[in-house]
């Protein structure tokens, strides 16, 4: 089955900076990857994604790569605020008809004001 | 639009009592997903269904969890008989119905947090 490794599990930066978390996955049949930020007590919720036929997707200050010969996707995070303080999680899908999320094990980012 | 809505947000049962934990998704999404996370781990995925089937349940623990959607109603995980590994996060996702475009993405509740005692 499907294996993410997910680094690092604790980040700090200072506000303003850019954060980076790095994913890898195990499955080359994988072709959807979505990044979750869960803040204490809630529930994940969905920042950004992106598909296998596609290198790189940017909403605002987050960012998202993926390197699908490597199989690693990265999420980037600029200008960053105290409210982006949270876990971030990284999590791959399979193909059709595979619809089960496999995730890393979390980052926890703390911007520092 | 209301989101994926879990209910209770907490639940605490003595060690073999049943626990049942609800899942509403959101409005027009059809099918549902059941995940566990334990402290400072990743989602676990638990079981798959859409309608009143279930598709994919290869994470659940082969006794004692059971999951259903029906036809009218939340989606329900049902753990009997609970012990004290049981005590985790349990997160229900809702995604849309497939699209040529590929998968869909999954919304998430705010999940329960099961104490055993």
């Known amino acids: 089955g499907e294996n993410v490794e997910q680094h690092p599990s604790t980040l700090s930066v200072q506000e303003g900076d850019s954060a980076v978390i790095k994913c890898t996955y195990s499955?080359?049949?994988?072709?959807?990857f979505p990044w979750y930020k869960q803040e204490l007590g809630k529930g994940p919720q969905l920042i950004i994604d992106?598909?296998?036929?596609?290198g790189e997707k940017k909403d605002q200050r987050i960012a998202v790569t993926l390197n699908k010969t490597a199989k690693h996707f990265s999420l980037h995070i600029t200008e960053t605020q105290p409210e982006d303080s949270a876990v971030y999680f990284c999590?791959?899908?399979?193909?059709?008809?595979?619809?089960?999320?496999?995730f890393g094990t979390g980052t926890r980012l703390t911007i520092i004001p | 639009n209301a989101g994926v809505m879990q209910n209770p947000r907490h639940l605490v049962r003595r060690r073999g009592q049943e626990a049942r934990l609800r899942c509403s998704p959101m409005k027009g999404h059809s099918h549902v997903y059941w995940y566990r996370q334990l402290p400072e781990e990743g989602l676990k995925f638990m079981v798959y269904?859409?309608?009143?089937?279930?598709?994919?349940e290869s994470g659940m623990p082969k006794e004692r969890f059971s999951a259903e959607f029906p036809k009218e109603g939340p989606s329900i995980l049902r753990i009997q008989q609970v012990v004290r590994g049981d005590s985790a996060a349990y997160f229900c996702a809702s995604s849309p119905p497939f699209s040529p475009g590929g998968n869909q993405p999954q919304h998430f509740g705010d999940g329960t947090r099961l104490s055993i005692l």
């Open positions: 992106i598909r296998s036929n596609v």
């Open positions: 269904l859409q309608k009143e089937n279930i598709i994919d």
């Open positions: 999590a791959a899908l399979g193909g059709f008809g595979n619809e089960k999320l496999t």
């Open positions: 499955d080359s049949a994988s072709n959807y």
